[in-house]
């Protein structure tokens, strides 16, 4: 059976591994396909392909992104798998989202100086190095300013919709993402279904929406999840011909979430891979 693991983030984002480490990591935990997914940007996939090049790795790697979307109040990610990575439409799309995140940042860096954190936002930036900031790297500048235990935490405190430091931002449409994504050859993906805290009705609106943009695939299976979830994503994905994809939406190693950890599909459920497989052939 080969592994595949279709969603994770390094240092050019949120996640806390450097592309080596990550790359490491997915070797050691015997997974044969990994997708990279930074959160608006693809700078990890140069990167990427070079070390696993220069160091033998026995890994493919599937250029990816996952786009921040704005659909009706949520803020919907799709990720796109085996794009290519230079296609001008996605640069397009990707410098603006960039230019967005750090607008977002600096208002969330305002909302929360004015409650009294000084500095905060020099911090997550500093903190973000190299990186497309993202609310991660405030979570853990506000950590260590003790506001609380963990980024959870934080999240909760400060940073998840409605709260003191919430910006929304005026990302893409969902249409927007998917017609890149689509222009560089590859294939949209639903992320994370059931994490936007939506009723099933709301949902399948969504489904019904994200199908009609032209999206044609969607997260069924993850690590962290009980059984009955992922057979009704499953469902779902029956029932609205999207195609399954899996992913651990790896940031850094839990004793719960690792790299290829518990990631396997439904029955019935057609693989994404089948897409980029389709094209091999042709
Ligand atoms: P952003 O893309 O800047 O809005 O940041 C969102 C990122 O923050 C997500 O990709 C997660 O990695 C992280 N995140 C979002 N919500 C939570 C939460 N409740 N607890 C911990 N991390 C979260
Ligand atoms: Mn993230
Ligand atoms: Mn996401
Ligand atoms: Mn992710």
């Not at 290519?84 to 996605?90: Q, V």
């Amino acid at each position: 059976m080969i592994k595949y693991d279709l969603h994770s983030h390094t240092t050019f984002s949120d996640g806390r591994l450097s592309v080596a480490e990550l790359l490491e990591r997915a070797t050691e935990k015997g997974v044969d396909v990994l997708a990279i997914t930074d959160h608006d940007t693809t700078a990890a996939i140069l990167p990427a392909q070079q070390y696993i090049e220069q160091n033998a790795l026995a890994l493919e790697l599937i250029s990816g992104v996952e786009i921040s979307t704005r659909w009706e109040s949520f803020e919907i990610h799709i990720v796109g798998l085996a794009v290519d990575i230079h296609h001008p439409e996605l640069v397009k799309l990707l410098e603006t989202q960039q230019a967005k995140r750090q607008a977002r940042a600096e208002e969330i860096g305002r909302r929360l100086e004015k409650r009294g954190y000084e500095g905060i936002f020099d911090r997550a930036k500093e903190l973000a190095a190299e990186a497309e900031i993202t609310r991660a790297h405030f979570a853990a500048a506000l950590v260590e300013r003790g506001v609380a235990k963990n980024i959870q935490g934080v999240f909760k405190k400060f940073l998840a919709r409605n709260k003191t430091g919430y910006v929304p931002s005026q990302w893409c449409d969902m249409a927007t993402a998917i017609a890149a994504i689509k222009a560089a050859g590859g294939v949209s993906v639903l992320a994370h279904p059931a994490r936007y805290q939506m009723s099933s009705k709301w949902l399948r609106k969504l489904l019904n929406e994200f199908s009609a943009c032209g999206g044609q695939a969607m997260e069924v299976a993850q690590p962290q999840q009980a059984p009955p979830e992922r057979q009704f994503l499953g469902q779902l994905s029956r029932e609205y011909n999207l195609l399954a994809s899996q992913g651990s939406d790896f940031h850094y190693p839990m004793p719960w979430l690792d790299l290829g950890k518990n990631l396997y599909l439904p029955k019935d459920c057609q693989g994404v891979w089948q897409f980029w497989q389709a094209n091999e052939e042709c």
